[in-house]
Every structure is written in structure tokens, then in C-alpha cells.
């Protein structure tokens, strides 16, 4: 029984050690423009006191306290890796016990859309900035579900392109796929391994359903791509020369090898098949058995404000669809080009409708 | 339990079995709950959404696949660094311990350091030194002329062995190793030495038959964790087209609807093997006579019992491993928390202070450090005592109850941190009694402690044995209580390993992420959550530094923890 | 040394399983220990002495028998009694000291009077002066706040006599208490145990190889083979009357004599006559001495007598060895000692 008291002191201590955030009045400068009901709804998300938000580490700091800032809201934040965050998310929510607001996420949330254990979002969005279609890439916002209801995505990037190292190769040899069946590259080309889940995988699949499993068969096996299952490996090997070519590198380690003075990596865009779009764990959910519902739609419509694309853009140095978010840290390369027709991953049809075929099938053409 | 009561007890022999019968159920609920939903879980085939519908799908999946029994194949050629690693750990700790090697406590501490040291950065040191292209060994090698091709390639099983051997695999054994041989009396030595017997007989003749049930646990211990090992595989194997059990069960929940049942199935795998090695280790030991109680326990050391030849030879070979094994690796982790970009020296200005500036001196890593060490010591102190109760009663109980309760106590050992909490959250979602319970304190820590208690329990209970029974028995004849006969002269008695169990709970609480990720409450943010944020932002050199003061704070706790125990144990 | 028996056991038995076979390592084992009686335990190693005292403490349990302590039954194998160990109120010297290394000398000794419960508790003061007198009563004095594992094994075993009185329990159990000390000290606690025995009215169960401390302390001794108790007597009728030739030959010297069909007889060294005077007279026997052993206030002489039998002889003060290595001896038959 002492035992049991010394732990949920300690508990307590510590819950408050690292909460403990000075509270403050809420700004005057957000949002641009109101409406009757949204401020109806900050009243209600006020009154609830705090938001618990989901996801990577990154977004503990500067972001949630922005919002703390704008809102009066107070931000308690959970974070964890990849996979133990999903397995939480997951599972909570089908048991409608949630311990957490709002989810940071891929597609995930899709079957958990789909069964009625997410909170519809647009219908909460009642800030004009946010509705307002002007003010999004492409006429509105985007959605991973077909309802354009649950799982908004304000970021979409692209990826799929190739990492070559000038110094060792031409960069005017690699300018489509087909190129990279030259003979000469063969046991000169890196890349992430799609044989663990991430961006190999992506990419793997993408070839398949553009170009067909013949070709990552011969790509992946008659080239024999050197597979490695840490991002850095694939920069830090085309960095260095020992191969020509990489793909499935992420595009932070380009910037930073680059800043650095590695300028001899450079990004090529492939001509046949410029790449596809995916999100960036940019995508927020809400389950139903959210214990702060309010609190969390106010996040929402604040997330997606200029104000929070902002932030959290900022943060995660990637590009936003809203159109009046510019001039970020992200390089010019994932920004999606207008007029370029993108695959996109972060999608429903893809997600539900192509990916599942085509992935065990990739897997099996895959060296073991 | 009061003298009263105690007689009441030895007069019913049937209240005191009850008794036993229930603490044993206890101990049964506390190891087996998880295991149990794990089980269930692997039979689970509905779908989302759906409730629980029984089927063998996963269990038919599971051997379908020859990914899944390849797999299994590796890791059990890999498994080979266990009896490695026994051996290597079992020479060294015997060189610290026995021989008296002179800095011996320095190398002990050294071993520790090893077992802190975080595990990516120091397995991307060893890429730097070992890989095939640019390896800095290998260039080194090149330049003798000796060679014609690089000698060394970290991506292979033998790499992926000798990063483990390095890493993990040897540390831990020392340190699980060292206690029990500081229980052998060293009247042993000078008993055989005087019989003219030389150092290496004497190893094998007399300390190796004394430590077989130490070695037993360790090996078991060590063999059982070497199947959860993940990282170091995944990275290394991976080019290699090497890929092991705890790989695949990382693969099926990184799906996107992740293919739990198939997890949980091959965890329960994992789990009768332990069962199995569990049961096959308790009939030796039955086979085999009780070890006998080895004198007075520890002597503080008069003058050293051999020869300053042999004694100088176990330092050089102990100075030569850890320098290879220990400190070159290390040295490379701080040069590339120092690089600008790790492991590129031909940058025109290479060096920078600014990941450490970074790293430490930000709001997050203040919050992150309180936090982790509150609930470090939240966990450690009282699952030491805990444990070592449960050692204790362990000690008193006989025939099938002892056996069973020693079965159970070690089936948690199996299950990898994330399949626990796996297992845990879904005991608290579908149990109704448990609701109440998720998103608290209280399912973490039973969490964290019982991924220790199999360990911990076991190297208390071992230590326990050791301890001289007349000394316990002394203490019963003055009618003091079990508790405090425990508190006041066998904890005392067994300080060093209930130093080592405090250490082994405080650093697994400081490197977990999985089970604190699953079942914390919301708000806890500990020093490995920041060394994944700083990874996650390609910050790999940040997180190399937080790793860094992880390990040398773990280094001053455990000296800490050692100063106190020796003047507590009367033990140097 | 009167009253009703303060430890009474009735076939007390213990077997362990060695291998396939069982060890017998105690036998049906009776004994009666009357309150205030220096008692004791002979034997050779490993015939089961500590197993007895163990059994007999509450630290082991027997497969048969009983045990009363003080009129009250602790153990009956058949009634399925058994008391705990703390509850039987005895005090025991460990063989192996068992004193607790992390402890000071005192904090040893004064480990038994703090284990009270609440109600009888000792004040500070009390608990202190208490100690301090047993650590005084074994010559430890002054040495309280060393550390235990310090000290020297004879400094050790006092310590553990020390924490066996402290209590001031009736009966104390003492697995070879004096081992490892030097026959100085030996002799200087042997008189201090007697005289606290029998200052305090304790009741003593000592366990010895020491036949001469067995003979000096004891008011009656007990001599096991083989878990088994081959004879209970006081020290003269032991010395005097051994039951069988194993007692005889264990406690003290002597020379057995088979003659005919007659049951053997012993004699005593110290009953031998011995002279190197030609021909003393009447029944001495002509012998040659083989070695004299001078043990300073005796010597031990071994001589081949006629027959080639080989005698003990003990002669008062110093006995060289005569001219051509012969004497006399003279063996009285009324000093001969008949063995079953
Ligand atoms: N726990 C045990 N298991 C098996 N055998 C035992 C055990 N304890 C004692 N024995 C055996 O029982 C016999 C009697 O042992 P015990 O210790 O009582 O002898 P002892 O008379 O005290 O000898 P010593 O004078 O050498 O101390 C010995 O043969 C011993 O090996
Ligand atoms: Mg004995």
C-alpha cells in the first residue's frame, strides 16, 4: 500500500515536472478572421483545458507551445517510434479508449475511418482560411479518404527520385528509369531496403505499378542493388562514391550532406516517371473516443490555418499544400510541380485499391 | 511475520501451504498475464472492428512461410555468440575477481560503460571502422600491404556476432557473472594454489564447477534475449540477405494494418523455447547436488593469491580486449559526435561542438533527463526490493511449487518490449476490471518490471543460495521475522547483486522506448524518445551525444550504486 | 542438576537421499538432558552431531521422532507438531561461526535483543549494557565497533558464543565452539563456559572431538557412531565402563587384550606399572620400549610386551629410555576394563 502511494506520488511528480508549461493569456493575433462558430468551438475546446496530442517528438516544443500560445489550450504530448505509436493508435481506438486527441499519422486511420471510430473533422473546420479552397494546392484541401472527411493531409511531397553522386557518374546518363538498367551501373546502385517497411518499399511498389514486376526484377536483381536498411547508408555511400546512384534517401540527409559541402550528390529527377506524392505523417485523425473532442477540433482547424502549416512545415522542413505557405526550409526537389502527374500514395485508391495487390507480389521477386 | 505466527504456521502445515500455493498462483497472474492475451491474440482472425474470432490463420501463416523457418535458422547460427560470449565473459570476470589483476576495477567499470553505451551509435562506429569500402580498419589493413582485399566485412554473420559479442553480449555476462564468483571463498584459491595447482587448472578444476548454475542462468538469459535482438541484424543483415526472427516479427507489425496475430504467434514460439530451456535447466539441476554454501561469503582481500606473472598476463589480455572491444568503438562514437558530418574526416573543417551544444542545452533534454531518471528510480528501487522478496519466499518454498514458481518467474524473459506492451494494453482494453488502470502510472511499471523480474528474480535467488546458511539460520534462532531476517542480513549479504539488479532495471528504463511508447501515460518524455527525435530530423550526431551522456550517467550511478554497496556489504 | 528433563528426545531420526541410497545420517536417537546440565556430544566427523543439533534447534526436520523442550512437545513427526526454530527458545554456537560479516561485533551480539516484540522491548541503554557484558563474558571487550570480517577465526567463534548468550536462553546448543582456538584461550573459556553454565543455570549441549574438553566440562557425555548413540554416562563411567570397544578406544588411550575366549579387556596407559628396576617382583612382565614421547608432565612410552603385544604405558614426569631399551610393566587385572 506504501509502495502504491510512493507511485502515483512520483506519478504525479513527474506528470507535472513535464507539463509543466507557463500559462498564458491567449494571443491576439490568431485567428485572422473568425467566425460565430468556431469561436463557439474554442469556448467548448477551452473549457475542456487541454489537448493531447500524438506524435513524433519533433512537434513537442516550439510547435505545441505556439499553439498553447494561440489558443489558451494547454498541449500535453505523447510521442513514440513508428510502429509502437501505430500499434497504440490502433488499438486504442478500436477500443474506443483513447488516451490521446489528436493522432499524427500516414494512411493508417484509414479502415478505422471507414468502421466509424474516428471523428469526422470537416465538418468541424470553421475558420475561413481553412475552408476557403483558394487557399489550398489544387482547389481544396486533401483527404486521404474518398469522403474527404476524416483524415485531412495539408502536406504532399514528392519522392521516388534518384540520388547520383556527379563525381562518379553523369548525372546526363541517369535521367529515366530505364537508364538505371545500363549495364555498367550494375553493383552501383543503392538503396533502401524494400524489404522492411519505408521508402525502398515505396519505391519498389511504385515501379511496379508504373513500370511492372519485370522491371524490379531486373532492377533489384539483375542489377543487384546493394540494399540497406539505414537511410543515412544510401547518402552517405553515394556521398562517398563507392555507388553511383541511390534511391530511397531521405531528402533531410541530402540537404544536410549538401550544406556541408558534398555538393557532388545532386537529386535527378526521372523523366519517364517523375515520382509520387506521399504525406509525411502529416495527417492528423481523431478517435471517437477522444477524451478532449474539442479541444481537438480547435487543434485541427488550427493546425491547418497558415499559422499552424507554418510551424509545423518549419519543423519538419516540407512543403505545404496551402498555398500561402512559402519560402520554407524544404529544397526545391519534393516540391510537387504543377502541370506533373504524380502518383499519389496518400490516397485511398492507392492505399485500398492498388497497393495490397502489388505489394506481396513485389515481396516475392525480392532476394531472401 | 511475527515469531507468534510463525509457530502458528509450522503448526499448520496446511495454513503455510495454502499459503505458498497462493503466492505461487500470484507469481503465476503477474508472469502469465500477458502471455496469456499474447496466446489468445495469436488466435484471433477477425478483422478490424469485428470482436474476437478464433482461428489458426496466424499459426498456419507462421509455418507456411519458409521467410519464417529461414529466419528461425539464422537465429540460431547466430545464437552462436552465446557460448562465445559465456566463455569470454567467464575469462574475464575470472581475471577480475580471482586473479586479483591489478586496475581490475577499472576494467570492471569498463564492462559496465560497455553495457551502456548506446547501441545504433556504437554500431555505426563499428560500420566505420569495419566496412568493407571505407572502413577505417580495413584501409588500415590495405595500407600494411599485407592484404589484397579488405580482411574485414561488418556485414555478415560474423559481424553482426562480433558487434554483439562487443556490444552487448559479453558486458551483460560479466556483470551477471561477477557477482557469483565473488561469492566463492577465496580460501578455494589459496587451497589450490598451495596444492601447487596452476591458475588455469584451478579455473577449471574448481571456480568453473562452482559456477555452473551462474553460467546456467546467464547462458539462458543471454541465449533468450539474443533471439529478441533486432537492430544490429536488421542493419547489418540486411546486405548481406541475412534476416532473423525478431526481424520478421518486426516486419509483420510495421504493416500497414499490422499482422498482430502472426506476431503473437511467433512470440509464443519464443516463449516455450524459453519454457523448454527453463525446464531442461531445472532437471540438471535437480540431477546435479546443491551447490554447497560457499564459506563466509566475501572476504576483504589481504594479499593476492597468485603469482604478479599470471596476475599482469590477466590484465594485459583484459587491457588488450577492452581497448579493441571497448574503447576503439567508444572513440569513435565521440569523434562523431564532434564531426560535422559523422565519419567524413576529409571535410575542410571536420569538427564541430555544436550537436553538443544542441543536444544538451535545450528545454527538451532538461525535461526529458528529470523525467527519465524519476521514473528510472521509480522502477529501480522498489523492483529491486521486490525481486528480491520474491527470491526470498522463492528460497523457502519446496518440491513442485519452487519448480513451478521458478518456471513462471522466467516466461516473461521472452517476449520482446514491444509484444508485452502489446499484450498489456490489450489486458487493459478488454478486461473490464482493468479499464480503469490504462493510461496510468501503474501498467508501465508492472510493464518495465517484469520484462527485469525473470533476471533480476534469478540472479537474487542464485546470490540467495550462496549466502551461508548458518548465517541465516543464526539469525532465525533469535526469533526475528523472515522480513527481517531478509532486510537486515540477507540483503546486506547480497548487496553486489542487488547492486547489479537495481542497474540492470534503472538502464533498462533509461534505453526503452517500446513498452513506454505503448502503455505510458500521456506527457512522459524520456532521453531516448529525444535521441529518436534527433534521429528522426537526420540529427544522427545529436543522438549520438545523448546516448553518450546516457551511458556516462549511468557510469556515475553505478559507481554510485557500488560505493554504497561495498561500505553496506562490508565488500570491496 | 535436577527436575525434569529441559530436552527430551524419543527416536529422533533423519536419513538424507545420497544418490540411489539413503544416509542414516541420525538414528533413532533418545536422550534426556535434565535442566542445568553441561552435556555432551562425542563423536567422529560426520557421524551426525550438527545434524542432531539442527534437529534439535528447529533447523532441520526429522523424518521420526519427537522432541519436548522444557516439558513442551516442539516436534512429533506423527502429530505433524513442529515449532519454529525461534519459538523453541535455545540459544547455538554455528560450526562454522556464522557470525554476519557486514555487521560490527556489537551490532552481532545485539542483533538478538532488538528482534523483541513492541510489548518486551529493550531500551537503548538496556540493549547496550546487555551486549557489552556478553562480549565481556568471551574476553571480547573493547572490540566492540570492529567490523566483523576483521576479525580472526578464534575471535569469531567467541563472537559467536557471545550472540548465543545474549539472550540468556536455557539452553544452548555449541557446535564445537573452541576449534579454531589457542589451547590457552581454550582452556580460559572452558572454565568461563562452565562457570557462566553454571552461574546462570544453564542447560549446556556441547558438540566436541575433543575427548579431554568432552571429560573436563561435562557432567555427562554421549558418544554417536553412525548416527547412533553408542553410550550416555558421566565422563568417569565412559572413561571407566565403555560400553564397547569404539567408545573405549575413542575416549582417551589404552590397550586392548584379547585373551582366549574371555571378552577383550582394556587398560588404561596410566593403569600400566612401569619399571626399569631388574626384576621389580611378583606379575611384572619384561618388555622393550619402542619410543617415549615426553609430553612434559608425562610421558607416553610404547612397549612390546611378551605375546607381541604393543602397550600404552604413561609414566608421570620424564621417563627416558632405559639402558638396552628394557623394563617391566606390571598389568593389575583389577584396574582391567571388560568390554562387550
Ligand atoms: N543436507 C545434507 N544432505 C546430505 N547429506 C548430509 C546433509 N547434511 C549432513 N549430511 C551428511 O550426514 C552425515 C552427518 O553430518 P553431520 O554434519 O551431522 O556430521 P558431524 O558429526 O557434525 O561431523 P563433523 O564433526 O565433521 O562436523 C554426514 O555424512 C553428512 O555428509
Ligand atoms: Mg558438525
Redesign the interface.
Known amino acids: 500500500m506504501f509502495?502504491l502511494r510512493?507511485?502515483?506520488f512520483?506519478?504525479l511528480?513527474?506528470?507535472a515536472?513535464?507539463?509543466f508549461v507557463p500559462q498564458s493569456a491567449a494571443a491576439q493575433d490568431w485567428p485572422a478572421a473568425t467566425t460565430p462558430a468556431f469561436e463557439a468551438l474554442l469556448a467548448e475546446g477551452r473549457a475542456e483545458g487541454e489537448v493531447?496530442l500524438?506524435g513524433?517528438?519533433?512537434l513537442?516544443?516550439d510547435f505545441s507551445r505556439a499553439f498553447e500560445r494561440d489558443t489558451g489550450i494547454r498541449v500535453?504530448?505523447?510521442?513514440?517510434?513508428?510502429?509502437?505509436?501505430?500499434?497504440?493508435f490502433?488499438?486504442?481506438t478500436?477500443?474506443r479508449?483513447a488516451?490521446?486527441d489528436v493522432f499524427f499519422t500516414a494512411?493508417?486511420g484509414l479502415?478505422?475511418a471507414r468502421?466509424?471510430?474516428l471523428l469526422p473533422i470537416a465538418p468541424s473546420l470553421l475558420l475561413p482560411e481553412v475552408t476557403d479552397g483558394a487557399n489550398w494546392r489544387e482547389g481544396a484541401l486533401h483527404y486521404i479518404d474518398d469522403t474527404a472527411t476524416y483524415l485531412p493531409t495539408p502536406v504532399q511531397y514528392v519522392t521516388g527520385l534518384f540520388l547520383v553522386n556527379t563525381s562518379v557518374i553523369d548525372p546526363a546518363r541517369v535521367q529515366s528509369w530505364a537508364d538505371l538498367l545500363a549495364p555498367d551501373l550494375q553493383g552501383r546502385i543503392i538503396s533502401h531496403?524494400p524489404?522492411?517497411?519505408g521508402a525502398g518499399e515505396g519505391i519498389a511498389n511504385y515501379l511496379a505499378h508504373v513500370l511492372g514486376l519485370e522491371f524490379v526484377e531486373s532492377l533489384y536483381r539483375g542489377q543487384q542493388v546493394?540494399?540497406?536498411?539505414?537511410y543515412?547508408q544510401v547518402t552517405?555511400?553515394v556521398?562517398?562514391g563507392?555507388h553511383a546512384v541511390g534511391l530511397g534517401a531521405?531528402f533531410?540527409?541530402i540537404?544536410?550532406?549538401r550544406r556541408?559541402?558534398?555538393t557532388q550528390i545532386e537529386v535527378v529527377t526521372p523523366t519517364d516517371h517523375s515520382g509520387y506524392l506521399v504525406g509525411g505523417g502529416a495527417v492528423i485523425a481523431v478517435p471517437s473516443s477522444a477524451p478532449h473532442p474539442k479541444a481537438a477540433m480547435v487543434f485541427a482547424n488550427w493546425y491547418l490555418s497558415q499559422r499552424g502549416q507554418k510551424m509545423h512545415t518549419g519543423i519538419y522542413t516540407l512543403p505545404s499544400d496551402r498555398l500561402d505557405v512559402t519560402d520554407g526550409p524544404w529544397p526545391e526537389f519534393i516540391v510537387p510541380q504543377a502541370g506533373v502527374d504524380y502518383l499519389n500514395q496518400y490516397a485511398e485508391a492507392w492505399?485500398r485499391g492498388t497497393?495490397g495487390g502489388i505489394a506481396s507480389r513485389v515481396q516475392a521477386l525480392m532476394?531472401? | 511475520m511475527s515469531a507468534g505466527l510463525a509457530t502458528a504456521f509450522r503448526r499448520m502445515p496446511s495454513l503455510r501451504r495454502t499459503l505458498e500455493t497462493l503466492f505461487v498462483a500470484g507469481i503465476g497472474l503477474v508472469a502469465l498475464a500477458p502471455i496469456i492475451a499474447i496466446g489468445v491474440m495469436s488466435f484471433d482472425t477477425s478483422t478490424?472492428?469485428e470482436p474476437f474470432r478464433a482461428g489458426t490463420a496466424a499459426w498456419s501463416a507462421l509455418f507456411a512461410d519458409?521467410?519464417n523457418l529461414?529466419a528461425l535458422g539464422y537465429t540460431v547460427v547466430l545464437a552462436i555468440r552465446v557460448p562465445i560470449g559465456l566463455f569470454m565473459a567467464l575469462i574475464a570476470v575470472w581475471i577480475i575477481v580471482r586473479l586479483d589483476a591489478p586496475g581490475a576495477r577499472l576494467f570492471e567499470y569498463l564492462f559496465w560503460f560497455a553495457y551502456f553505451l548506446p547501441g545504433l551509435p556504437v554500431l555505426t562506429g563499428w560500420i566505420l571502422l569495419l566496412d568493407p569500402?571505407?572502413g577505417l580498419l580495413n584501409r588500415l589493413a590495405l595500407a600494411t600491404g599485407l592484404f589484397s582485399g579488405a580482411p574485414f566485412n561488418i556485414y555478415s554473420a560474423g559481424g553482426i556476432v562480433w558487434t554483439h559479442l562487443a556490444g552487448q553480449t559479453v558486458p551483460v555476462m560479466v556483470i551477471l557473472l561477477a557477482p557469483a564468483m565473488r561469492m566463492i571463498d577465496r580460501a578455494m584459491d589459496e587451497a589450490a594454489v598451495l596444492a601447487g595447482a596452476g591458475a588455469w587448472h584451478i579455473l577449471r578444476r574448481v571456480i568453473v564447477p562452482l559456477m555452473v548454475p551462474a553460467l546456467a542462468v546467464a547462458g539462458i538469459a543471454a541465449g533468450v534475449k539474443s533471439f529478441e535482438s533486432f537492430e544490429t541484424e536488421?542493419?547489418l543483415g540486411?546486405?548481406a540477405?541475412i534476416?532473423v526472427y525478431s526481424?520478421r516479427i518486426?516486419?509483420l507489425?510495421?504493416?500497414?494494418?499490422?499482422r498482430?496475430p502472426e506476431a503473437m504467434a511467433m512470440s509464443t514460439v519464443l516463449v516455450l523455447f524459453l519454457l523448454a530451456a527453463s525446464l531442461g535447466y531445472q532437471r540438471y539441476a535437480r540431477r546435479r547436488a546443491v551447490p554447497p554454501s560457499l564459506g563466509d561469503g566475501p572476504r576483504s582481500g589481504g594479499r593476492p593469491v597468485y603469482r604478479a606473472g599470471v596476475r599482469w598476463a590477466g590484465t594485459a589480455a583484459l587491457a588488450v580486449y577492452a581497448l579493441v572491444a571497448i574503447v576503439l568503438p567508444f572513440a569513435m562514437l565521440i569523434a562523431g559526435s564532434f564531426m560535422?558530418?559523422y565519419?567524413?574526416f576529409d571535410?575542410?573543417a571536420p569538427w564541430t561542438a555544436a550537436h553538443w551544444h544542441k543536444a544538451l542545452f535545450?528545454?527538451?533534454f532538461r525535461?526529458a533527463a528529470?523525467?527519465t531518471l524519476?521514473?528510472a528510480l521509480?522502477c529501480a528501487l522498489?523492483g529491486t526490493l521486490i525481486f528480491a522478496g520474491i527470491a526470498w519466499v522463492l528460497a523457502g518454498l519446496r518440491g513442485w511449487r519452487q519448480s513451478l514458481a521458478e518456471t513462471l518467474v522466467w516466461l516473461p524473459w521472452a517476449l520482446p518490449g514491444?509484444i508485452l506492451?502489446?499484450g498489456l494494453?490489450?489486458i487493459?482494453?478488454?478486461v473490464p476490471v482493468f479499464?480503469p488502470l490504462?493510461?496510468?502510472?501503474?501498467p508501465l511499471?508492472y510493464a518495465l518490471l517484469l520484462r527485469e523480474m525473470p533476471l533480476g528474480v534469478s540472479m537474487l535467488r542464485a546470490s540467495f543460495a550462496q549466502t551461508g546458511r548458518e548465517m541465516v539460520d543464526a539469525a532465525r534462532l533469535t526469533g526475528a521475522g523472515s522480513l527481517r531476517i531478509l532486510a537486515r542480513i540477507v540483503l546486506p549479504l547480497n548487496m553486489p547483486a542487488l547492486m547489479v539488479v537495481f542497474l540492470l532495471i534503472f538502464t533498462l528504463v533509461l534505453r526503452d522506448?517500446?513498452t513506454?511508447?505503448?502503455?505510458?501515460?500521456?506527457?512522459?518524455?524520456t532521453l531516448s524518445?529525444?535521441a529518436?527525435?534527433h534521429s528522426?530530423?537526420?540529427d544522427?550526431e545529436a543522438a549520438s551525444v545523448i546516448g553518450t551522456v546516457v551511458a556516462l550517467a549511468s557510469l556515475a550511478v553505478s559507481a554510485l550504486a557500488f560505493q554504497m554497496a561495498r561500505r553496506v556489504g562490508g565488500w570491496r | 542438576m535436577s527436575g525434569a528433563p529441559i530436552l527430551a528426545l524419543r527416536g529422533v531420526g533423519r536419513a538424507f537421499a545420497l544418490g540411489g541410497e539413503r544416509l542414516h545420517a541420525v538414528d533413532a536417537v533418545d536422550l534426556d538432558i535434565p535442566t542445568g546440565e553441561f552435556f555432551t556430544l562425542l563423536g567422529p566427523s560426520g557421524c551426525g552431531k550438527t545434524t542432531l543439533l539442527r534437529m534439535i534447534a528447529g533447523l532441520e526436520r526429522p523424518d521420526t521422532g519427537r522432541i519436548d523442550i522444557c516439558g513442551l512437545r516442539v516436534f512429533d513427526a506423527g502429530q505433524g507438531v513442529d515449532v519454529a526454530a525461534a519459538s523453541r527458545g535455545l540459544g547455538m554456537v554455528f560450526q562454522s561461526c556464522a557470525v554476519w560479516p557486514h555487521m560490527t561485533v556489537f551490532e552481532n551480539v545485539a542483533f538478538a535483543l532488538r528482534t523483541r516484540p513492541w510489548r518486551n522491548r529493550l531500551r537503548p541503554a538496556e540493549i547496550a549494557a546487555r551486549a557489552l557484558a556478553a562480549l565481556e563474558a568471551v574476553a571480547l571487550g573493547g572490540i566492540e565497533q570492529r567490523r566483523v570480517s576483521d576479525l580472526s577465526g578464534g575471535q569469531k567463534q567467541r563472537l559467536a558464543l557471545a550472540r548465543a548468550l545474549v539472550a540468556e536462553p536455557k539452553l544452548i546448543l555449541l557446535d564445537e565452539p573452541m576449534s579454531s582456538l589457542d589451547a590457552k584461550l581454550r582452556e580460559h573459556l572452558r572454565r568461563e563456559l562452565k562457570a557462566l553454565q553454571q552461574s546462570l543455570g544453564l542447560t549446556f549441549l556441547l558438540v566436541t572431538h575433543d575427548q579431554g574438553e568432552a571429560l573436563a566440562m561435562s557432567h555427562r557425555v554421549a558418544v554417536m557412531r553412525q548416527g547412533r548413540i553408542e553410550q550416555i554416562g558421566t565422563p568417569r563411567e565412559i572413561y571407566r565402563a565403555p560400553a564397547n570397544a569404539f567408545v573405549a578406544e575413542f575416549i582417551g588411550n589404552g590397550t586392548v587384550v584379547q585373551s582366549g575366549i574371555a571378552a577383550p579387556v582394556l587398560y588404561r596407559p596410566e593403569d600400566i606399572g612401569f619399571s626399569t628396576t631388574a626384576n621389580p617382583g611378583e606379575g611384572w612382565l619384561p618388555c622393550q620400549v619402542l619410543t617415549a614421547d615426553y609430553s612434559g608432565s608425562f610421558t607416553d612410552l610404547v612397549v612390546l610386551a611378551p605375546g607381541d603385544v604393543r602397550y600404552l604405558v604413561r609414566v608421570a614426569g620424564e621417563q627416558a629410555l632405559p639402558d638396552g631399551r628394557y623394563g617391566f610393566i606390571r598389568l593389575d587385572p583389577a584396574q582391567a576394563i571388560r568390554l562387550r
Open positions: 509502495l510512493t507511485f502515483t512520483a506519478a511528480a513527474i506528470v515536472v513535464s507539463l493531447v500524438f513524433d517528438p519533433l513537442a516544443e500535453v504530448f505523447m510521442s513514440g517510434t513508428q510502429n509502437d505509436k501505430k500499434l497504440r490502433l488499438r486504442e478500436e477500443a479508449a488516451t490521446f494512411y493508417e479502415e478505422l468502421n466509424g471510430y531496403d524489404r522492411v517497411v546493394r540494399l540497406v536498411t539505414e543515412r552517405d555511400s556521398a562517398r563507392t531521405q533531410r540527409d540537404v544536410k550532406y556541408e559541402g558534398l492505399v497497393l532476394p531472401r | 478490424l472492428s519458409t521467410a529461414r569500402d571505407y536488421q542493419i540486411a546486405p540477405d534476416f526481424n518486426y516486419y507489425l510495421n504493416q500497414i494494418t499490422p498482430l560535422r558530418l565519419g567524413f571535410l575542410p535545450s528545454v527538451d525535461t528529470t523525467s524519476l521514473l521509480l522498489p514491444i506492451g502489446a494494453v490489450e487493459m482494453l478488454s479499464g490504462h493510461g496510468t502510472f501503474y511499471i522506448i517500446s513506454i511508447v505503448l502503455i505510458a501515460p500521456p506527457g512522459v518524455q524518445l529525444l529518436f527525435k528522426l530530423n537526420g544522427f
